[in-house]
């Protein structure tokens, strides 16, 4: 055992310094807030704003894809000094917006979406590394930071547009997530080869019945797994249901008689539900196993869809607090399962790639709140969107219930 030492003690601080970065990080989940100013400040309308936030996710993925490539070469502290510097730029590029929403897309888009994505995934799987034997419990706890940002940063954020106004709040945001992640890049580190981990289970039994023998998969064998596939629309499905309600959260609630102030209460209530969903299905994860823990993420978003769907139709308030709170809930077991699943099933060698590709799977889900979006301008009525995300929570159902082993 000479050279080796054990890191129980120093991975928990690891975890604790990613959830501070993830925390601040999340803004990009905080849309719903952030955009308010700049609708009244230019007069852009809500598919506008909604391809924005389209644009954010699709270069989230891609800045993961960048960080999962790079992290091996250039280690963790490089890609989170330059995603920190990226994040800033963005949101410097935003508090000087003088009415181009092109200036908008690329600044909260394509250099906003892009810096957050390497964080996370730089985060996500430099942390997850020191926890081979609570692969649920880390990207819950992570995915908890992320999720519950939109409430802790988002209102940062409201009292800053409501006080010295939108510019200084994307300038204080942005310098503040700038900072955080450079601090984090200069902390946080992989696992050396000495390094004394527990042991990770050798094989993956759920109270379901699954059993199967855990192995690495390169990136491109696991993409040519038809279960890959499944899983991958699976999640689709299930986060298209969480992200298009965020995506128009205050909006919904005050069509149903929310005040401005309640509906953004309520925007924080839903990233509750967020955070505690991400945190509380890892811990089911490890316990439950993966079968049962999708089983009840599916059960949940087509319960979140319903209520929902008879809140606006009653035109119900209560019910809509209702429904926002298991969306939420539903929505954060989205990326909490889609991290683990990839730890589980195709091992944690290839992870940082493997991760990252998966990930992806938001970049179709907000398409999906794209054209829910359209749909609400072309009916009028949120009525549509929402039977269109029920629809699509009992395809993610039926999906799930089809995976059997990688």
Not at 193 to 202: N, V
Not at 224 to 237: P, Q, S, Y
Not at 240 to 253: E, H, K, P, W, Y
Request: proline letters at 3%.
């Amino acid at each position: 055992m000479s050279g080796k030492r054990q890191a129980f003690p120093v991975r928990w601080v690891y975890l604790g310094v990613g959830v501070a970065a993830l925390l601040f990080a999340g803004i990009i989940y905080g849309w719903s807030i952030l955009k308010a100013p700049l609708a009244d400040a230019f007069g852009w309308t809500a598919p506008q704003l909604a391809l924005n936030f389209t644009l954010t996710m699709w270069f989230f993925c891609v800045g993961g894809f960048v960080g999962g490539i790079a992290i091996k070469r250039l280690g963790s502290r490089v890609m989170l000094i330059l995603a920190g510097a990226v994040t800033f730029l963005g949101f410097f590029l935003i508090s000087r917006l003088n009415g181009s929403i092109m200036m908008l897309y690329i600044g909260y888009g394509v250099l906003a979406g892009t810096g957050i994505g390497i964080a996370y995934n730089v985060i996500i799987s430099t942390v997850s590394a020191w926890f081979p034997d609570k692969k649920g419990t880390c990207s819950g706890t992570l995915m908890m930071g992320f999720g519950a940002s939109a409430l802790v940063v988002g209102n940062l954020a409201s009292a800053l547009i409501d006080g010295p106004g939108w510019r200084t709040a994307y300038l204080t945001l942005g310098a503040c997530l700038g900072i955080i992640l450079v601090i984090a890049g200069l902390v946080l580190r992989r696992p050396s080869d000495g390094t004394i981990l527990p042991e990770a289970p050798k094989k993956e039994i759920a109270a379901g019945g699954e059993d199967f023998e855990a192995r690495d998969y390169t990136t491109g064998e696991m993409m040519r797994r038809f279960t890959f596939w499944r899983a991958f629309l699976c999640i689709v499905c299930l986060s298209a249901v969480g992200n298009t309600v965020i995506s128009f959260a205050r909006d919904l609630a005050l069509s149903v008689g929310a005040s401005a102030a309640l509906a953004t209460t309520l925007v924080g209530v839903l990233s509750i539900c967020n955070g505690l969903g991400r945190i509380v299905t890892g811990a089911l994860f490890d316990k439950m196993g993966r079968k049962k823990t999708m089983l009840i993420a599916n059960v949940l978003a087509i319960a979140a869809a319903a209520t929902t769907l008879f809140a606006v139709m009653m035109g119900s308030l209560p019910l809509c607090v209702i429904g926002l709170g298991i969306t939420g809930f539903s929505y954060g077991a989205s990326p909490t399962i889609s991290s683990a699943f990839t730890s589980a099933f195709y091992g944690a060698k290839h992870f940082p790639l493997n991760f990252s590709v998966m990930n992806f799977n938001l970049v179709a889900a907000s398409s999906m709140a794209t054209a829910a979006s359209g749909l609400l301008v072309s009916t009028g009525s949120y009525v549509g969107p929402l039977v269109f995300l029920l629809v699509l929570a009992a395809i993610s159902l039926l999906l799930d219930l089809s995976i059997k082993k990688p």
